[in-house]
């Protein structure tokens, strides 16, 4: 049984920065590993992938060159730096596993498990 379990969301100004972490518990984190996040009212929408031992990543066009995923396979957690934020990224963030993930980057649906979100909210 995989669980992931996110940490580091708050309540930050706008243009300060977060570090979300998730930690993963089962038998392999050697996968796919995503961010997630859900606005009020809107669709969950992919913001950050990470592949297997870090050798590629992706980022939507809204978080490019302002969020930085990466992963520390030893300890099993992935994060996310988030550095420049805007109102507009005040959302549950999720974390989630992709076992098989078939395409790149994974969409919500190619996910396997997924935390319970940490909260972020940026004040203007």
Request: glycine share 10%.
């Amino acid at each position: 049984q995989v669980q992931l379990v996110e940490s580091g969301g708050g309540l930050v100004q706008a243009g300060g920065s977060l570090r979300l972490s998730c930690a993963a518990s089962g038998r392999t984190f050697s996968t796919v590993m995503g961010w997630f996040r859900q606005a009020p009212g809107k669709e969950r929408e992919f913001v950050a992938a990470i592949g297997m031992s870090a050798v590629r990543t992706a980022y939507a066009d809204s978080v490019k060159g302002r969020f930085t995923i990466s992963r520390d396979d030893v300890i099993k957690t992935v994060y996310l730096q988030m550095n420049s934020l805007k109102p507009e990224d005040t959302a549950v963030y999720y974390c989630a596993q992709a076992l098989y993930a078939s395409r790149w980057p994974p969409s919500a649906m190619d996910n396997d498990y997924w935390g319970r979100g940490t909260q972020v909210t940026v004040s203007s």
